[in-house]
């Protein structure tokens, strides 16, 4: 089969997988910030910016970013942390006098109202932990007075979730004017009750970084309309990119300082591999991978417990493939469900023979309440009618298909009519349905297995059942990028092996997702075997060849072939047969454009 044309339009097994350009590793210390230089820069200038005193990063993971912003801001801070604040001092008053409270320079780091600290983080927090708070005893009518964090780092940093002051909104106003005035002013925590007495403001200089997640910062900045006018913006990005050799030993170097930091095994350059690797499968690029310490965590620390090896020992790409495998048992009870239906044949999805009017298309299926999502083969069938009609997409008909869906299939149908040069009104009425379909779905990457299906119908030529397709395509017969390429190749690929694998099937993939390809040890072993193909196409000329095995029209440069002519005059020749057959001796033209 390794020689056979199919197999020469194929990739080869080499490509399935990304490879690190790397030969060694260095041993410097690598920190996260490190892999940050538009946050880091803007931290930086922040801090040393005297005029600005809010900062809105952009952070998805806001407990481990801020314990990491944390860290490196104290880094950039004097060791010995300047003076500032106030001692309050409280006399308290009797039945004949009102206490009286005044302020005095603090000589002390322990003076009650002096700054303790120079950055502090918190994304949990009330009014009186912010604020600071007024107590009042209720027998003795004693005041005391408690320092908040906006106290405790006076000319400090401050790190706040976005999410705590959207739930407590006048928190923000409340801080927002302090940045303003640079003063502190004590209001009453209770709306219709005054202070017990007056206590005098004084000067506060803070710095504030707030953290949220891209929804979280939209909500924030339509509730503070000036917030970017008071603000520096910038990103904590969970992804690096790993472009050329030097990102990439940064991006190792940061691994292996991860790893020594929390006792992991350290990595050899088989294993930086397969973690590459796996988190290619996660970012589907194969540029840019997660730098998330959630994420990093969740893996070196399964892998880890799964090998049993301690940190003295290495860890290895056999670790990684383990830890893998073992994830996808625990959580693949739904999958495994779904594939028992297919392949007990209460699903129908046929793997092998041709059938004319249906195709394999691929999807991914996502449960709600669960985190695995995997990929599932879709039996895809078109009935044609000839006659003035249109293409009924029964999804969509039958609201089961999104807006993008719908789109699709339009396009595709458009695309068809545009390539055979169809006049304005379609010689025909066809049906897409998405069989054995009962939940809602949506997007655009069934569009290149529509327009194959719609064409196999039309022309009457069979689609062979062992070759899955998935792709979206543009107007002009441009087949571009989707998202879950690896799931459903895999889910194509378990499907076919549990019934044998037969050396003729495979999937047909954008060649644009090339660079999203990282599939697993079995699908990597059955290509490099010639039991199982990818092909990447460009536009529906070269998906066509492959299936239909003849060219969807014929080229300039060639004379077309009376024993395999091209797919278009396959197709025109049997709607001209059927307009004769019908209207007699009119052409199919004539048909179309006839007066009425």
Wanted: glycine share 6%; proline share 4%.
């Amino acid at each position: 089969m390794s020689s056979s044309p199919l197999a020469e339009k194929s990739l080869s097994w080499q490509d399935l997988r990304p490879v690190l350009q790397l030969t060694e590793i260095s041993d410097s210390l690598t920190d996260f910030f490190t892999l940050q230089p538009r946050a880091s820069s803007a931290v930086s200038q922040f801090l040393q910016n005297p005029y600005r005193s809010l900062l809105v990063l952009k952070a998805d993971e806001q407990g481990e970013y801020a314990e990491l912003l944390t860290q490196f801001i104290r880094n950039q801070q004097p060791s010995e942390l300047p003076l500032f604040g106030v001692n309050y001092v409280v006399e308290q008053g009797d039945s004949f006098s009102f206490p009286k409270v005044y302020t005095e320079s603090a000589q002390s780091h322990q003076a009650n109202f002096a700054n303790s600290k120079s950055v502090e983080s918190a994304l949990y927090f009330d009014q009186f932990k912010l604020l600071g708070a007024l107590r009042l005893h209720p027998n003795s009518q004693e005041i005391q007075l408690s320092s908040g964090l906006v106290h405790q780092l006076n000319g400090g940093v401050l790190i706040l979730s976005v999410a705590s002051l959207l739930a407590q909104f006048d928190l923000w106003l409340r801080l927002k004017q302090i940045l303003l005035t640079k003063t502190f002013d004590w209001y009453s925590a209770h709306p219709f009750k005054d202070l017990p007495c007056d206590i005098p403001s004084y000067p506060l200089s803070l710095k504030v970084i707030l953290l949220g997640n891209r929804e979280e910062l939209a909500m924030f900045a339509d509730l503070e309309a000036d917030l970017y006018d008071l603000a520096d913006y910038s990103e904590i990005e969970s992804y690096t990119s790993l472009e050329n050799m030097e990102q990439q030993q940064s991006w190792a170097q940061y691994v292996q300082t991860f790893a020594d930091k929390h006792n992991f095994p350290r990595l050899n350059l088989s294993a930086l591999n397969a973690l590459y690797q796996l988190l290619v499968r996660e970012s589907e690029d194969r540029c840019f991978v997660s730098v998330s310490p959630l994420k990093l965590k969740e893996v070196l620390a399964g892998t880890t417990l799964l090998s049993g090896k301690s940190a003295d020992n290495e860890l290895s790409a056999v670790d990684f493939e383990a830890f893998l495998q073992e994830k996808a048992n625990q959580q693949g009870f739904l999958q495994q469900q779904t594939y028992a239906d297919i392949l007990h044949e209460q699903v129908y999805v046929a793997t092998e023979g041709e059938i004319v009017g249906q195709i394999n298309g691929l999807s991914v299926i996502e449960y709600p309440g669960t985190p695995m999502a995997f990929g599932e083969p879709s039996r895809i069938s078109c009935l044609v009618q000839f006659g003035d009609g249109e293409v009924v997409d029964v999804e969509r008909k039958s609201e089961l298909a999104g807006n993008i869906h719908g789109k699709s299939i339009m396009i595709a149908e458009a695309c068809l009519a545009n390539l055979l040069a169809f006049p304005s009104q379609l010689p025909f009425s066809a049906s897409l349905v998405f069989e054995q379909s009962y939940g809602e779905i949506d997007g655009d990457s069934a569009s290149l297995a529509s327009f194959c299906v719609l064409a196999s119908a039309l022309a009457d030529m069979p689609l062979p059942q062992s070759i899955a397709i998935t792709g979206s395509i543009d107007q002009f017969g441009l087949v571009h990028s989707v998202g879950g390429v690896n799931a459903k190749i895999e889910g194509f690929f378990s499907i076919c092996a549990s019934r044998g694998l037969t050396g003729s099937q495979g999937v047909i993939i954008p060649s644009a997702v090339i660079h999203q390809l990282s599939l697993n040890e079995e699908v990597v072993s059955a290509v490099k075997k010639g039991e199982f193909f990818i092909f990447p196409v460009e536009d529906v000329h070269q998906a066509c060849e492959i299936l239909f095995k003849r060219p969807l029209l014929d080229e300039e440069d060639k004379l077309a072939q009376e024993d395999n002519p091209a797919l278009s005059h396959v197709i025109t020749y049997r709607l001209e047969q059927r307009a004769e057959q019908q209207f007699g001796k009119r052409g199919l033209f004539d048909w179309l454009f006839k007066k009425k």
